[in-house]
């Protein structure tokens, strides 16, 4: 049964400037693309899909970090403030009151670092659900899989390509869909 007011579940996920090894002097993680699908959990369907860039302003966009995800520095350069893109998720998404969920914590807790280090209010609600602890009880795994191995546990395909925030949004959801239709989602 779901609780009235949870009907509707934000999915996010993020792409973060990166780099293979440690960070240039200066420069620090930042949330470069947001990826957010919202899930109707009573209908248990995907009913939006959107992307958000958002420009850095500690750091720069590496060559690694556009292999990964595909996004660039010219890409990155026209995105919008973190601040903005947090007003986006608080007044278009209404995150603060909608239970959000995510691939694992990471998400979570880069939201949680760059607000405190922007001096910007974090836009979302307490109640998250980490989809990968839910997804592996549900399957009895051992271990912890990524995203793309639980799409290959569940059957399912992944859409679009992996490390690109609203295509990951999306396979996430469809991962939350799986779990609500057998039930082992948890009633929020």
Not at 26 to 38: F, K, P, Q
Not at 114 to 143: D, I, M, S, W
Request: charged residues 25%; contains cysteine.
């Amino acid at each position: 049964m779901i609780a009235a007011g949870t009907r509707l579940l934000n999915v996010v996920d993020v792409e973060a400037t990166c780099w293979d090894g440690q960070p240039p002097v200066g420069s620090a993680n930042e949330i470069i693309e947001i990826g957010l699908t919202v899930v109707d959990l009573e209908a248990v369907e995907r009913v939006g899909r959107h992307r958000l860039i958002v420009r850095p302003r500690r750091s720069q966009v590496s060559a690694f970090c556009t292999e990964l995800t595909g996004l660039t520095q010219a890409e990155v350069d026209t995105g919008v403030s973190f601040a903005e893109a947090c007003r986006w998720l608080a007044v278009k998404h209404q995150a603060g009151q909608r239970v959000w969920a995510s691939w694992g914590d990471y998400d979570r807790n880069q939201f949680i670092r760059q607000c405190q280090a922007n001096g910007v209010e974090y836009p979302f609600g307490r109640r998250h659900v980490n989809t990968k602890l839910v997804f592996t009880e549900a399957h009895g795994l051992r271990k912890r899989p990524g995203m793309a191995k639980a799409l290959e546990v569940a059957g399912l395909p992944l859409e679009g390509r992996h490390h690109r925030g609203e295509d990951d949004a999306w396979n996430i959801a469809a991962l939350i869909l799986g779990l609500a239709r057998q039930e082992s989602w948890p009633s929020l």
